[in-house]
């Protein structure tokens, strides 16, 4: 039992809080213990709210996920883990993720109470409703880097939240792309939405949001160059690292894949060294420049 519980809290999916950390870094606090503590205490409590909207989410959908090619294997829709159980678990992780934020301070746990509310609206009503859809699931990425941002009381750039929501909004919505490629016909038997869709509405919302968050990102950059006083280039050239990452991810996308952002990440190796060079560029930027 212990594996089908691990497996439906699905912690492949735990790389998603990592945003968690993206406005403390990018603000260059998280050398300081207290502020990388409480970061990481956001992530975990991030891991736990977030584990336990997949088991309800699962539970909700069982009957749907039975006949999706590869969901129809997941604890809960296969019948390997009972629902009593699940039903129990996930709410257990959903009150301790809630609460081990709200101990953190009341932002950081409205923040994660928000989170979940907003899984939970899109579990049952917005997931059905074509472009809300796309937007909520955005949205939920959007909280996360809210999250660390408030848990570390670091300001957030009007440009990095720019940045992020359109940046999320491509990841998602490559996501939808890579599906209805897949699974063509069958798609609105699946995800609802899907029928709704077309590749090349999907393709134009892939243009518009691939263009933003690059426009976005190049402004924050300059104007964190400005606000830093540096004179070293390093915030600039984190630019080309980035602009070279969306446009692998693009690719990628066209090439049919897409459909798990996680698995694509995890087996590119060109966008892991793309993700490695900007880190570090970035980081000479925060704590050398």
Known sequence: MIRHLLREARPKQWAKNVLVFAAPGAAGVLDNGSSATRALLMFVAFCAA????????????READRQHPTKCTRPIASGALAMPVASAVGTVL????????FALGWKPGAV??????????YSVWLKHVAVVDLVAVAGGFVLRAVAGAVVTDVRMSMWFVLCTSFGSLFIVTGKRYAELRDLGAEARTV??????????????????????????????AFETKEVSGSDWPFYELSIVPMATALLRYTLVLEQGHGAAPEEVFAADRTLQVLGLV???VFGLGVYVG
């Open 94 to 101: 959903l009150v301790g993720g809630i609460g081990g934020a």
């Open 50 to 61: 977030s584990s336990g909207t997949y088991f309800w989410n699962d539970l909700h959908d």
């Open 278 to 280: 900007w880190v570090v």
């Open 112 to 121: 994660v109470a928000g989170y979940v509310t907003l899984t939970t609206a």
């Open 191 to 220: 995800r609802a939405t899907l029928q709704h869709y077309t590749l090349g509405y999907l393709h134009t919302v892939l243009a518009v949001s691939v263009g933003a968050t690059l426009v976005a990102y190049c402004i924050w």
